[in-house]
């Protein structure tokens, strides 16, 4: 088992940035892939990156590129996610995830085998 427990979500302007953190109970070269997802209210969980267990291949969401930027501290058992001119509509409860292994590019959240509890980032004047 790993536990998975997000950070640094907050109120943002926007056009404003932030950075989550998910810091993972262990050692995450056991996973293959790790991920951000989120979740807008009313809405259905949606896709925003992945990392592979190197850290040089990376996929994003098409709203996304260009703004955010996911990456990985094997040897601190983190991943992070830049996030940048952030957009009042990417309001939502963003989540970590970690896959063993699946298909590339892993953005189907099926492929993921566990998930923090999220943090709540929140875009607004």
């Known amino acids: 088992q790993v536990q998975l427990v997000e950070s640094g979500g907050g109120l943002v302007q926007p056009g404003g940035s932030l950075r989550l953190s998910c810091a993972a109970s262990?050692?995450?070269?056991?996973?293959?892939?790790m991920a951000w997802f989120r979740q807008a209210p009313g809405k259905e969980e949606e896709f925003v990156a992945t990392?592979?267990?190197?850290?040089?291949?990376?996929y994003y969401a098409d709203s996304v590129k260009g703004r955010f930027t996911i990456s990985r501290d094997n040897a601190k058992n983190m991943v992070y996610l830049q996030m940048n001119n952030l957009k009042s509509e990417e309001t939502a409860i963003y989540y970590c995830?970690?896959?063993?292994?699946?298909?590339?590019?892993?953005?189907?959240?099926?492929?993921?085998?566990?998930w923090g509890q999220g943090t709540q980032v929140t875009v607004s004047s």
């Open positions: 995830a970690a896959a063993y292994g699946s298909s590339w590019p892993y953005s189907s959240a099926y492929e993921y085998n566990y």
């Open positions: 990392v592979l267990r190197t850290g040089s291949s990376t």
């Open positions: 262990g050692d995450i070269l056991r996973f293959n892939a």
